[in-house]
């Protein structure tokens, strides 16, 4: 695989949000990589395991191998990069966020995953540091609604899967809750969750760029289902039950606005 370039500053600066995007995730990297290591250390683990593991061996039986080619895209601290490492991949993250990426290396150094993945700073919706058909399977957790187009990125992903590839989704409406006040609620009543302890200011600074983002005025995943298949994925299918199976604690990693995956593929030739 070609070693591609980290996004220079000046590739963002282009992008009047992306910047602001960049330095709000950045102050958050050291509490998102204390959460990731606690979900790699428990239950839920195994529980977002058997989200992407299906996909894999499906697409490794087609191949005929068993390492395949796995992109992580707004992989944060590297959790689910990490985790197809674990199954073998030739796992790669990407991340807006400088901070989020040297975390990732640092606990992929920690979990001894460091010889089996690679960490790299990119805008999502510009990869053209990677080839066309370049990874078998594409996984993005909690990445699209931060996104100023996503339909953009989507293309890009697209053009990165081989054909046959699959892609995963891991999202939530969180275009039609605000961080703020749901947090605030959730704390008034003692109940714990991931949110708990970032604080009102950077909740704020969350909301209102959440605000200025298109992808907020969307519903979702109908919108993510109608976009795939407008840009040439096939069997796209919309589950909305993700968050009954990943959160059965409400503990420091319980989110409390339901998640959906969206599980597309990219035509055989």
Not at 31 to 60: D, M, N, S
Not at 87 to 95: E, I, P, Q, S
Not at 180 to 203: F, K, P, Q, V, Y
């Amino acid at each position: 695989m070609e070693i591609p370039h980290d996004m220079s500053e000046s590739e963002t600066a282009a992008q009047p949000i992306l910047p602001r995007i960049r330095r709000y995730w950045d102050g958050r990297a050291e509490g998102f990589r204390e959460t990731r290591a606690f979900e790699f250390a428990g239950p839920l683990k195994v529980r977002w395991l058997a989200e992407i593991e299906p996909a894999y061996r499906a697409i490794a039986a087609k191949r005929n191998t068993g390492r395949l080619d796995v992109l992580d895209i707004g992989t944060g601290t590297g959790f689910l990069a990490l985790l197809a490492a674990t199954l073998g991949a030739r796992a790669v993250g990407v991340d807006l966020s400088e901070e989020m990426i040297a975390a990732a290396k640092r606990t992929a150094e920690e979990l001894s995953l460091a010889d089996k993945t690679q960490f790299y700073v990119m805008n999502a919706q510009a990869l053209d540091a990677f080839e066309d058909a370049q990874f078998d399977l594409i996984v993005s957790r909690n990445l699209v609604w931060t996104l100023p187009d996503p339909k953009a990125a989507y293309r890009e992903w697209l053009r990165l899967l081989r054909p046959g590839g699959k892609l995963l989704v891991f999202d939530a409406d969180y275009g039609a809750v605000s961080f703020t006040n749901l947090t605030a609620e959730l704390e008034a009543d003692g109940i714990e969750n991931a949110h708990e302890g970032i604080g009102e200011t950077r909740l704020n600074e969350c909301d209102e760029i959440k605000a200025t983002l298109s992808i907020s005025r969307e519903r979702r995943p109908a919108w993510d289902k109608a976009t795939l298949e407008a840009l040439g994925f096939a069997a796209v299918d919309a589950d909305e039950t993700l968050s009954r199976r990943i959160y059965l604690e409400q503990d420091e990693a319980w989110n409390p606005v339901p998640m959906f995956v969206v599980r597309a593929e990219k035509p055989a030739l």
